[in-house]
């Protein structure tokens, strides 16, 4: 094959760059600007009756939308219309307040920090569901004509009522079957509203009617996961009666609109309120079944305030004796839990004046929300003092009080005080694994409130507890739980490790693999914390131990997957070490870091990067001006990662830190060293092997020595020849060791290689680079476009051009000559842009490729129009008057 001599065209980058800037256009925008606020016009039209129809319009601007509804309206919103409307009776000033002040009753009396029933409700209804079948039980009784005889006696109104109640349990029964929980929750709905409607029209036997029918209700276990559930459901209508019965009684005390104060006396109580609170309590007697008769005494016990003072503690033995008579265990433990919700602190007060009241007390701890215990914290110190031993130990009794404590902070004042009552009792435990259960409640409340002497204090009686007899090897999860909970919350690490006994306490952790696992969270809260770069050296001899015991977990039998999360940790903590401009003690420090951490190749590959920009650092503190001093550290770091990369194992890692640790070099004029980098990456590129894995998975290494090659080239571009190897001995040596690496059969890498190498070539050829080192004087320099350098630029580049149309003619078979046309074309476009087309033959190679490229009826005609294009406008500038012949010289042809 003839060959084709190469001739570059002559390139003046400033020029070409100027002509590809965009061109700026000046614009006016007047008023307009996109971050100027939105000014918007808002047209009222008001409408006036129909006579004489009149309308006004105003027009007014604004920054803000307004509401399309509020101007719709025109000022008028319908449910204030309806409001409005309402009874005034029922409306009045004084009622209203009242029945405010009555529904904050049950929060106001136990504090607004108690958890609302509404919330604990919505919880369980959504957490107890059913798809069983569920049924119902509807009692119906008799209706008999209301008798009303003007001057009744009072025991005749009794006879009469306790008839109806009669009819109630003596009555027909309805029972619905087969009912889905909606269903079922349909019909006591349906009671509900029943009972409102019957209260409403005055109908109270026919409302306590209802309420009976609901409570006999929860004597049915049949589908237990519900059975929550339904109890809410059926306590939601005892607590509307209780209620309904409530208002009724206390309208009855209002005298000339002047309602009781919040803290009335039952002095203060009129005759006919206290008869009607008599009668209901004598009604609810009457009921024969205990269960119902519970309920609905229970639902109306507030009511007692009306009659006497001590009517609800009077109550209350009876109620809890009552309790006892009922045969279903899962039954009576909710009337339990319904006697605690109507009127919970009288059961509080009970509890206190009861011996044995540990369990209860730890259940009120477990159940009740953190901030109504924190709030209470020395009235339940007291309680628990006060505990017998015996039936449940006081040590889980603080547990539970540390556990809420640990979610609500208390009363500031009693802080200390709370934490010496609860450690006097803790220290003492002699068994270590209920002394450990508290403990570890107890220091994450150490650490809320108190300093880091405290919390060594702690710590060190925690050691004192655990270490004898290696008590410690069976509370691991206790002693993990503790570090975590110290390190959330002293999270300075320059605190931390001034807690004399926080280190003695990691000692402690004597498996191996729960100590990685503690240093691992050390670490991970290190990284998360660290704000700023550190060199305490408390610190850092601390982490770096810290450090090494997880990279001395790593074996043969350790995943990937913890190997990385390993070196990122580590590699987190080496980024976070500064010692300002200290650079010699910061080397130091990788050097040291290296021979620790020697078995994790990603921490390895972060300390070459960390003492190049060490490098890199040192020459922007001198400006590019080095010392003798600075070059000869410069040279130190150069060395580090010359000897570090071949320890690596991943061959395109080693490439890539070659390429990057030569350019370090480089910049900081270390001629020498870059040549060595960058021919241990020549030398190393025939090791590369035809398939690697990425990602678990193994893929051909063409396209990543392709990607790694291009940069190279780029690199080489600014490389000045050394004077004893002769001329372009990095290129010739690159170029050889392509030649004879065994590319795929199915790939065209090894030609793409050669048309970048052609880039690369005719960049050599211009009298100035497009970009230099700094300080380093490249071939443009050294050589000053001598005739000799260029000719053998030439000879390199017609050996290359050669390489190339040799595949070209190899892919002439039918099934390759869509790869033939392709890269016909991105030769074509190679020589268009890089080459001297007035050279006649590499004109004719052009012409000569264009038409190869379609000869087959493979080219992009997209692509050739527009290259075509291309050619013809720059054929108008005065230097490419030459293009025009191209532009002839080159036909389309359509695919047919």
Excluded at 816 to 840: C, E, V, Y
Aim: glycine share 4%; charged share 25%; with cysteine.
């Amino acid at each position: 094959m003839a060959a084709f001599p190469w001739h570059a065209r002559s390139r003046n980058y400033v020029s070409e760059s100027e002509v590809c800037k965009l061109e700026s256009v000046p614009l006016d925008f007047g008023d307009y600007h996109p971050l100027k606020p939105i000014t918007v016009t808002e047209s009222k039209t008001k409408k006036m009756n129909r006579k004489g129809s009149t309308s006004s319009t105003s027009s007014s601007s604004s920054s803000s939308m307004m509401d399309p509804l509020s101007s719709v309206l025109d000022g008028t919103d319908p449910l204030s219309l309806f409001a409005a409307a309402a009874d005034p009776v029922m409306t009045t000033a004084t009622m209203d307040s009242t029945r405010k002040k009555r529904d904050k009753d049950d929060s106001s009396a136990v504090g607004s920090d108690f958890e609302p029933w509404s919330s604990k409700r919505g919880e369980i209804l959504a957490r107890y569901t059913t798809t069983e079948k569920l049924s119902i039980n509807l009692y119906i009784g008799s209706e008999k004509g209301k008798t009303t005889t003007t001057g009744s006696a009072v025991s005749e109104k009794v006879r009469t009522r306790l008839e109806e109640l009669d009819d109630l349990e003596e009555g027909s029964q309805k029972e619905l079957l087969n009912l889905t929980q909606q269903d079922y929750m349909n019909r006591i709905e349906e009671l509900n509203q029943s009972l409102k409607d019957a209260w409403s029209s005055d109908q109270k036997v026919k409302a306590l009617k209802i309420v009976i029918q609901c409570s006999k209700l929860l004597s049915d276990t049949t589908v237990i996961q519900f059975y929550p559930s339904k109890f809410v459901l059926i306590t939601d209508i005892l607590d509307t009666f209780g209620k309904l019965v409530y208002e009724r009684i206390l309208s009855m005390c209002v005298d000339s609109r002047v309602s009781l104060p919040d803290n009335f006396s039952p002095e203060s109580v009129n005759d006919t309120a206290k008869e009607t609170c008599l009668n209901w309590f004598f009604k609810i007697a009457s009921i024969r079944e205990l269960i119902p008769r519970f309920y609905v005494e229970a639902a109306i016990l507030k009511c007692n305030k009306f009659l006497s003072k001590t009517g609800i503690s009077e109550c209350l033995p009876r109620l809890t004796s009552m309790i006892r008579g009922i045969g279903d265990p899962l039954v009576a433990v909710y009337a339990r839990a319904y006697l605690c919700r109507v009127l919970l602190t009288e059961m509080m007060e009970r509890c206190k004046k009861l011996g044995n009241n540990a369990l209860l007390l730890n259940s009120v701890m477990s159940a009740f929300r953190a901030e109504f215990i924190a709030a209470r914290s020395m009235d339940f110190i007291g309680m628990i003092k006060e505990c017998d031993e015996s039936g449940f130990p006081k040590h889980l009794l603080f547990r539970s009080l540390g556990l809420n404590l640990a979610l609500a902070d208390p009363p500031e004042n009693d802080r200390l005080q709370i934490l010496n009552e609860a450690w006097k009792v803790i220290t003492k435990l002699k068994n270590p694994q209920d002394y450990i259960n508290c403990a570890e409640v107890w220091v994450e409340y150490t650490c809320r409130h108190f300093t880091e002497r405290e919390v060594n204090t702690v710590l060190a009686d925690v050691i004192k507890h655990m270490t004898p007899d290696r008590a410690f090897e069976d509370a691991y999860p206790q002693l993990q739980s503790i570090i975590h909970k110290v390190i959330t919350y002293i999270y300075d690490f320059s605190l931390l490790f001034s807690v004399e006994k926080f280190l003695p306490f990691l000692d402690m952790f004597q498996k191996e693999s729960v100590r990685v696992e503690v240093c691992k969270c050390i670490m991970e809260s290190f990284i998360k914390h660290q704000q700023e770069s550190t060199k305490d050296p408390v610190i850092l001899n601390a982490l770096l131990h810290i450090c090494k015991t997880m990279h001395d977990s790593v074996n043969a039998l350790t995943l990937e997957d913890e190997k990385r999360m390993l070196a990122a940790l580590i590699n987190g903590f080496i980024k976070m070490v500064s010692f300002g401009r200290d650079f010699e003690q910061q080397l130091s420090f990788y050097v040291e870091a290296r021979s620790m951490f020697c078995n994790l190749e990603p921490v390895l590959v972060q300390l070459i990067h960390s003492v190049n920009q060490l490098a890199m650092e040192t020459r922007k503190v001198m400006k590019g001006n080095h010392s003798r001093k600075t070059a000869a550290f410069v040279r130190a770091c150069v060395a580090f990662c010359f000897i570090t990369i071949p320890s690596l194992s991943s061959i395109f890692t080693c490439l890539n830190l070659y390429l990057h640790s030569g350019q370090v070099a480089l910049a900081n004029q270390c001629l020498s060293q870059a040549d060595a980098f960058f021919k241990a990456a020549v030398s190393l590129v025939p090791e590369v092997p035809r398939m690697i894995s990425v990602d678990g998975k193994m893929r051909p290494s063409d396209a990543f020595l392709l990607e790694f090659l291009c940069n190279f080239f780029s690199t080489l571009l600014v490389v000045p020849d050394h004077p004893e190897q002769g001329v372009l001995f990095l290129v010739r040596g690159l170029l050889n060791v392509i030649q004879d690496y065994t590319w795929e059969d199915n790939s065209d890498n090894k030609v793409r290689i050669y048309t970048n190498v052609l880039h690369l070539l005719s960049a050599m050829t211009q009298e100035a680079y497009i970009y230099h080192v700094d300080k380093v004087d490249s071939n443009d320099t050294l050589y000053g476009g001598d005739s000799k350098f260029l000719a053998e630029i030439n000879k390199l580049c017609e050996t290359v051009i050669a390489q190339i149309l040799d595949h070209l003619k190899n892919l002439g078979k039918e099934e390759t000559l869509k790869r033939q046309s392709q890269l016909a074309l991105s030769f074509f476009n190679t020589i268009l842009a890089h080459g001297d087309l007035r050279n006649n033959k590499l004109n004719q190679l052009s012409v000569n490729l264009w038409n190869l490229a379609q000869k087959h009826g493979f080219a992009d005609t997209k692509t050739m129009v527009k290259t075509l294009e291309y050619i013809k406008r720059q054929s108008k500038q005065p230097e490419m008057s030459h293009f025009t012949d191209l532009a002839l010289r080159l036909p389309l042809q359509s695919r047919t």
